[in-house]
């Protein structure tokens, strides 16, 4: 382990090493031995602590995933055995599931937000016998419930603090497990690599639990064949050179099983981690990062604290960037129309980049960014046009859970309304206007459900559950979940998620939910303010206020809002618009059930606790009073009322 006060480049990764024996490398503690002994001195991982980078070579990270290998056997983990991980994204995560894969195990990450009644049911749905947490707060949570999770053998933790007068027989740090391996890879020398030569392509690599917004989560059996088909097929497409800096963001409970504990051993990658999430910002401006992958949210958020910025700079400067990113966006209309700028505009766009652009994208750690990736759910074109214009190189991906990533744009792509082409080795095909797909990184089913994923497998082919088309190009336009697209009364259909994510680029509006059935003649719409942007609008406009409540109420807000909702009504047909909304009194809220843990809308859940905002919506009423429930963030409840306008648009 090194450590410096900035991060150091790291030597050159010869892409030919591994690819005459990419097939033998079907596992990823294979990947990681290969790593050892190929890449050995170079550097794999940063991690910030204490205001100083520290690196960690692949030989290094490998000693820890041995230590943690062979602690784990010691203490009593069998192959298959289930151990979940509830912690940020650190490398002693990394390393914890990596030693788990090596000895046969199988990890389970949660999410840190996750409950301690969540928690229990994922112990308890997949049977796991140890629990990984990161410090007092997630172990905090297991001990609540150990009484009636008498599986857990061992609660092990890497952040002491806080954990020192705790005597519960039940935890044990990981430094202790790590030193019992030590010992043991002194009387076994030869164990882990038994332990690594034994492990398949078709073994399991990971159960990852779907978000749950239809029902409870299920776990979905991902073999390393799942989990290696992304870095050696869709990944490609980009032409990102191996060893190209990658920032560990993404949760690890989803999509960074594909991204860094996948591809970051096998392309490889060299992966930094934050100091904390609330450093995160800063510490992507010091690695400046060749790669990002964010959920949409996070690139929504991200954008509207570009505008917020550029809203409190002064005058120069935003006229400066205003003019920068309109000749961004020229460029980008040329490209999208397959022309050619005149030289002046090509000089024009050049300086504006070189003097403006520029210095935005080193503010957010973007100077040196080559691939910007989203994923989850789609996002608006708005949002990728407005990246791209400031020189982002913005891709919308696509995937599900059961069948991996599956078609992607790339940066020259300008077809920003679709999720781009297959991937090399997966087939997609429309039936019904549903999209099927056929991928040879197709995972291993539902985890005490295999029934469950049968049922979605016709003649071969997955049936995803969305909506969608393939345009002449070849390309992919997802539009929302088949069972969600829905029908007016007067024809018109139309779909949620599409208008949603519109509304969701908004500075304004931080989410939506659009309503609407067969038996109604137009659309309504909830809509959840964005507190920060709306309050600092409230102030320069001097427009007093208390609490979230009441400014959700103000008619100067609701103007706002109303305008807002206009904006995105003239992207929709005629008969598909929204005629009337509602400013809600708070945030759409995970630990209310209101969104899943990965930030997607619970379209069922958010339906029948604001029912009777629906009725009123198309009772013709001017407003309608709600008492609602809210849970904090130290899990007491208040009772919130408040009487909610009705808007007309």
């Not at 059935?517 to 659309?523: F, I, N």
Request: one cysteine or more.
């Amino acid at each position: 382990m090194r450590f410096c006060s900035k991060p150091s480049g790291v030597g050159a990764v010869d892409p030919s090493v591994d690819k005459a024996s990419e097939l033998a490398m079907d596992t990823i503690p294979k990947l990681l031995r290969r790593n050892s002994l190929i890449y050995g001195n170079q550097v794999a991982m940063r991690k910030k602590r204490f205001g100083i980078w520290w690196q960690y070579t692949w030989s290094e990270i490998f000693l820890h995933v041995n230590w943690i290998c062979l602690g784990f056997l010691h203490i009593g983990l069998k192959r298959r055995d289930r151990v979940i991980i509830i912690g940020n994204n650190e490398p002693e995560l990394f390393w914890i599931q990596w030693g788990i894969q090596c000895a046969g195990g199988i990890p389970i990450c949660l999410y840190v937000d996750c409950l301690s009644n969540e928690a229990k049911y994922f112990i308890e749905n997949s049977g796991a016998k140890f629990f990984i947490a990161e410090d007092q707060e997630q172990v905090d949570k297991i001990l609540a419930i150990k009484e009636e999770c008498p599986e857990i053998q061992k609660v092990i933790y890497w952040d002491e603090k806080g954990l020192w007068f705790y005597e519960d027989p039940l935890l044990m740090n990981l430094n202790d497990l790590e030193n019992i391996g030590k010992e043991d890879a002194e009387k076994y020398p030869e164990r882990v690599d038994a332990c690594i030569d034994k492990t398949r392509g078709n073994d399991t690599s990971v159960i990852i639990y779907t978000s749950g917004t239809t029902g409870l989560p299920k776990g979905i059996i991902i073999p390393y064949t799942y989990v290696l088909f992304y870095p050696r097929n869709g990944f490609k497409i980009y032409n990102l050179p191996p060893g190209a800096d990658y920032f560990s963001y993404a949760p690890p409970a989803w999509a960074e099983q594909t991204m860094g504990l996948s591809v970051g051993p096998d392309y490889p990658l060299v992966i930094s981690f934050a100091e904390e999430p609330e450093t995160l910002q800063n510490d992507i401006m010091e690695i400046a990062p060749s790669m990002l992958f964010y959920q949409p949210r996070l690139w929504e958020d991200l954008a509207r604290q570009i505008r917020i910025k550029v809203d409190d700079a002064s005058w120069w400067k935003r006229l400066a960037f205003r003019l920068a990113v309109h000749e961004g966006y020229r460029k980008l209309r040329a490209q999208e129309e397959g022309k050619s700028l005149p030289l002046l505009r090509k000089i024009t766009w050049w300086l504006g980049d070189r003097l403006v652009l520029s210095v935005t994208r080193g503010h957010y750690g973007m100077k040196r960014v080559q691939l910007c990736t989203v994923g989850g759910t789609s996002c608006a074109p708005s949002l990728i046009r407005f990246f791209r214009a400031i020189g982002v190189p913005l891709c919308n991906a696509y995937g599900a859970s059961e069948v991996g990533m599956l078609a992607s744009i790339t940066q020259q792509d300008a077809k920003y309304d679709t999720v781009g082409r297959p991937f090399p080795g997966v087939e997609i095909k429309i039936e019904e206007n549903e999209i099927l797909v056929r991928t040879p990184g197709v995972s291993g089913g539902y985890w005490t459900n295999p029934g469950g994923f049968s049922n979605k497998i016709k003649n071969g082919w997955y049936r995803t559950g969305d909506s969608g088309y393939i345009d002449g190009e070849g390309y992919l336009v997802v539009y929302d979940r088949v069972d969600e697209m829905i029908r007016l009364k007067g024809g018109a259909v139309f779909s949620p998620q599409f208008i949603e994510t519109r509304l969701r680029f908004s500075l304004f509006i931080k989410d939506a939910i659009v309503f609407g059935d067969e038996e109604k003649p137009y659309l309504t719409a909830i809509v959840s303010l964005d507190f920060g942007m709306v309050s600092k609008w409230a102030e320069e406009r001097s427009i007093p206020y208390t609490t979230f409540v009441e400014l959700s109420q103000k008619s100067e807000v609701l103007s706002l809002l109303a305008e807002e909702v206009k904006s995105v009504n003239k992207l929709l047909t005629k008969g598909g618009r929204i005629k009337k909304f509602v400013s809600i009194h708070k945030e759409f809220d995970p630990d209310e059930a209101e969104l899943t843990r990965s930030r997607k809308l619970k379209r069922s859940v958010v339906n029948n606790k604001y029912e009777d905002i629906y009725r009123a919506m198309y009772e013709d009423r001017e407003a309608v009073d709600m008492e609602a429930t809210v849970t904090y963030n130290d899990g007491r409840q208040g009772k919130v009322k408040a009487r909610l306008r009705v808007i007309s648009v």
